[in-house]
């Protein structure tokens, strides 16, 4: 067992280490300038038309697969 003076000396040492690894990892180098944001033209409208026909195809599959006869005969 460690001599207790040791002891003293070396838990707050261990818990100022503890701290200090995720106070140093948090400093940043400062910024110089901040960007802004790039405007799209006049004119220009991005409409996600993609994801709209994809999910309408996705429904009408569903639905299709869904009127399909089961094969189950005379079970019935």
């Given amino acids: ?3 207790r003076i040791l002891t003293r000396i070396a838990l ?10 995720p106070a140093i990892a948090q400093t940043a180098p400062k ?4 960007l802004q944001p790039a405007v799209p033209p006049v ?4 409409v996600p038309w993609m994801p709209y026909i994809m ?19 005379h079970q019935d």
């Fill in 55 to 73: 999910a309408v195809l996705l429904a009408v599959i569903i639905v299709a697969v869904n009127f399909i006869p089961s094969k189950r005969g």
């Fill in 12 to 21: 707050p040492l261990l818990l100022l280490a503890a701290a200090a690894g």
């Fill in 43 to 46: 004119g220009k409208t991005d």
């Fill in 31 to 34: 910024v110089e300038k901040i």
């Fill in 1 to 3: 067992m460690l001599p």
